[in-house]
């Protein structure tokens, strides 16, 4: 077995003094004394490690040119097929960055150039190849606003406008559902089904959740309705031009919770006209659950701790910002056994040399399931 000291501890909820975290491949239990006969791992400020719930990285790549980039395949507009691990690269030097900024797990996401572009998957960013780095699909990634508009010039049928890009979805869907009475009906087999339509069936069902790319209020509320139409689970996906209070407290009432992000990046278009960090104030008064991205590279993952100071400056409790990377990030992304210091859960944590919200703070050591990964 091994330990470490926790002079204060932000468990992924709360926050608590002069604790002991006992732990193996799993963490056993918090402790007020110190343990006898166990390793000894450190002493510091300890935070459960950070996962970003929305990310390219591996995808995009640290030092090579932007025609390797393989964020978006151009193929087909509508292909859920696609798995975004499957071009991830170990080798992304960005990985190293972010395991010693104590951010061990990555949501890699397809891009948003086409309307409905692929598999999510949570990976760990401290393994040298994908099958180990590689935990669990998370949802398909669906794109509505300007960027599956604005890939006309690809390959497959492109929508020109945003109600092309609704009516292609509506058309899959559709599909699926007349698909599935078919299959109620037995009228058809399962295995005459295209795998493709089953994708779809599966969305339908409510098997596979859609990470949704949705910067703009109109697209929001686009959202909610195909949400309600189809009674999907969906995740809203950035959210950055959402500027006032009532599109919260809607997207809130639909049930529909936030990765929140890329905040401190350049609004480079202009469904992020309206992008600001004063909309946080409206995102915390509504009350909706939310986590964050880092939307890596648009900012760099090793930089995601730091956009929560504009959530402090708008009165949110140090524990809480903590949550929005750790065990509210694992609850939206549907992670049972990560992002909290707590009996069961994996021993995944960060040792740092002060209170991390100290301009002066840095990891020293870093813990990635019951292993030093770094070490100042």
């Not at 732990?23 to 300890?46: M, Q, R, T, Y």
Request: aromatic share 8%.
């Amino acid at each position: 077995m091994k330990y470490v000291k926790a002079s204060t501890l932000y468990d992924g909820k709360n926050t608590l003094q002069n604790k002991y975290i006992l732990f193996d491949d799993k963490i056993i239990s918090i402790e007020d004394k110190k343990p006898s006969n166990a390793e000894f791992l450190g002493e510091g400020v300890v935070t459960p490690a950070f996962i970003d719930s929305h990310s390219h990285i591996g995808m995009v790549r640290s030092g090579e040119p932007s025609g390797e980039d393989e964020s978006n395949e151009q193929m087909e507009n509508l292909f859920p097929l696609v798995r975004a691990i499957d071009s991830v690269y170990m080798d992304d030097s960005a990985f190293k960055e972010s395991v010693e900024c104590g951010v061990l797990y990555s949501t890699v996401l397809p891009g948003s150039g086409n309307t409905l572009g692929g598999r999510a998957s949570l990976i760990r960013n401290f393994k040298s190849n994908v099958s180990d780095a590689f935990v669990m699909d998370i949802g398909i990634k669906m794109a509505l606003g300007y960027n599956p508009r604005s890939t006309t010039a690809w390959k497959g049928t492109r929508p020109s406008t945003r109600m092309g890009a609704a009516a292609l979805l509506r058309q899959s869907l559709y599909s699926a559902q007349k698909a599935i009475n078919l299959l109620k009906k037995d009228i058809k087999d399962i295995d005459e089904i295209d795998p493709l339509m089953e994708v779809f069936i599966d969305i339908l069902q409510g098997k596979s959740k859609l990470m949704v790319h949705t910067h703009k209020e109109d697209d929001a509320n686009l959202l909610i309705s195909l949400k309600k139409e189809f009674n999907l689970k969906v995740i809203l996906n950035h959210g950055m031009d959402l500027h006032n209070l009532a599109i919260f407290n809607r997207i809130k009432d639909s049930g529909i919770p936030i990765v929140y992000g890329p905040m401190d990046s350049l609004p480079y278009k202009v469904e992020l006209k309206h992008e600001s960090w004063r909309n946080v104030e409206f995102l915390m008064k509504s009350g909706v659950k939310f986590s964050m991205m880092s939307d890596h590279p648009v900012i760099l993952q090793r930089n995601i701790f730091l956009t929560m100071r504009h959530f402090l400056r708008f009165g949110m409790e140090k524990s809480e910002a903590i949550s929005k990377l750790t065990s509210e990030a694992a609850e939206i992304l549907g992670v049972s056994n990560l992002g909290s210091i707590k009996p069961g859960f994996l021993p995944s944590m960060v040792l740092w040399n002060e209170d991390p919200f100290s301009m002066t703070s840095h990891p020293v050591r870093v813990i990635a399931e019951g292993d030093i990964v770094y070490d100042e």
